[in-house]
C-alpha cells in the first residue's frame, strides 16, 4: 500500500478483555514504532523495531502491554487485562531505515475505548 | 526529564503569519521534528532541523537554536485549511529512534 495502514480504526472493549491492534508498515521500511496519545496531547513513544528485533521497550506502561513484529514487517500491539485508563488512540509509524534522523510515517491510528 | 514545552493555543487571521515555539532540555539533543495533525487524523511530517538556522520548505519555515534549547515553526500567508495541531518531536542520541512529543499546539485561523 501507499502508507501505513492500521486496524481496527476503531475498537471498544469492556474492561477486563484482551484486545490486538495491527499495523501494516509501508513495505520496505526497516524501523517501526507504536505510540499511545491521549486526547489532547502529543504521542507517547511505546516501543520500536528494527526489523523483526524489539529494541526499545523502555514506554510500555506496564506488562499488560505486548507487541511484536516476527517476520519483520506487519507488527501487533496487544493489551491483556484492558483497563480504562488504557483509553487512547495507538498510533503506529514507520521509518525506511534505522537512521535516528530518518522521517517517520504514520498511520491513522486505531481508536481505543475502554468501558 | 525530557520536557518538551510548546503553547496550547494560538488564534490567528487567515492571510497572517503565525509563529509556533517550542523549547526543550539541551542535553543528548539529536534533532527535532514539526509535525501536523489535524483532529483525528495521523500527524503528518513537515520538517526536520538539527543544524542551527532556519528551513524554509513553501509557506512553512522552522527554525532551530541548539545552544538555546529553542525551535519556531513559521506559517506564513495563513490558509483555512492551517487549522490543526502542530506537534513538536525532540529526537535524543541516547535513544535509537525514540522521539519526544510535546503535547501540541492547536491552531485556529479565522476568516
Known amino acids: 500500500g501507499a502508507g501505513v495502514s492500521q486496524s481496527p480504526r476503531y475498537k471498544v472493549a469492556k474492561r477486563g478483555q484482551d484486545v490486538a491492534l495491527r499495523c501494516d508498515p509501508i513495505?520496505?521500511?526497516?524501523?517501526l514504532f507504536w505510540y499511545q496519545q491521549a486526547l489532547g496531547q502529543g504521542p507517547e513513544f511505546l516501543t520500536y523495531?528494527?526489523?523483526?528485533?524489539?529494541?526499545?521497550k523502555s514506554g510500555l506502561p506496564s506488562d499488560r502491554f505486548f507487541a511484536e513484529r516476527p517476520e519483520g514487517s506487519v507488527s501487533t500491539l496487544k493489551i491483556q487485562r484492558t483497563q480504562q485508563e488504557d483509553s487512547a488512540v495507538y498510533l503506529c509509524a514507520s521509518s525506511l531505515t534505522e537512521g535516528a534522523t530518518d522521517t517517520q510515517y504514520f498511520g491513522p491510528g486505531t481508536r481505543l475505548t475502554v468501558l | 526529564g525530557q520536557n518538551i514545552d510548546q503553547p496550547t493555543e494560538m488564534t490567528a487571521t487567515e492571510g497572517a503569519i503565525v509563529q509556533i515555539n517550542c523549547t526543550y532540555q539541551t542535553s543528548g539533543f539529536n534533532g527535532l521534528f514539526w509535525y501536523q495533525q489535524h483532529a483525528g487524523e495521523a500527524p503528518t511530517f513537515l520538517s526536520y532541523?538539527?543544524?542551527?538556522g532556519l528551513e524554509e520548505k513553501g509557506r512553512f519555515s522552522s527554525f532551530l537554536s541548539r545552544s538555546k534549547g529553542y525551535s519556531y515553526l513559521l506559517l506564513k500567508e495563513l490558509q483555512m485549511k492551517d487549522s490543526a495541531s502542530y506537534l513538536c518531536?525532540?529526537?535524543?542520541?541516547?535513544?535509537?529512534?525514540?522521539?519526544?512529543f510535546g503535547d501540541g499546539t492547536t491552531l485556529t485561523v479565522k476568516p
Open positions: 532541523n538539527v543544524l542551527d
Open positions: 518531536a525532540v529526537r535524543w542520541d541516547t535513544n535509537a529512534g525514540k522521539s519526544t
Open positions: 513495505s520496505g521500511h526497516v524501523s
Open positions: 523495531f528494527q526489523n523483526e528485533a524489539q529494541l526499545d
